[in-house]
């Protein structure tokens, strides 16, 4: 009754959209992290373990005050859905222009004269951080598929805290 947009639309359920999307970070987030680690390997020793040590701390802290932020508000609006949902619905659609932009700087940056070694820190950071968020993902989907437990806040979750503390009251 749809037509044939509705047919064709690659919809699956929330679970595979946890899945995708802790996939998805987790190849970008190595893919970085692999790149950042092939441009510190080829300068000295001392260099590579100062800027190496640079972007694991920003990754560590794009992580805890960024990019797990994302993760989770993510993860709460997948778990929302109750319908099968299109394929690419694992981020909302503006986060797909940021993504494109950030490809683009990307590519500008690695064709430009900035020198490699300075460019794996902001690589290494961004990477640890995609990388250390795509967990979230797995946590949720772990505990929907295999512990039965309904999908939504993971214990971690400060939205989820703020939620029981106000419903307690």
Known sequence: MGGLPTKLKPAVSGRWLLLLAGLMWTAVGAMLCRLAYIWLNAVAVKTAVVLGAVGIILGLAGYRF????????????????????????????KSYLIIAFMIGLGIFLRHSSFPRHYLAVIYLAVGLALLLSSFLYYNLLWRVVARGYPCGPLPFDSKADETQNSAAK
Request: charged content about 25%; overall charge positive.
């Open 66 to 93: 960024s990019f797990i932020k994302i993760a989770r508000k993510n993860s709460r609006r997948i778990c929302q859905f109750t319908d099968k949902s299109c394929v690419f619905a694992f981020q909302v659609w």
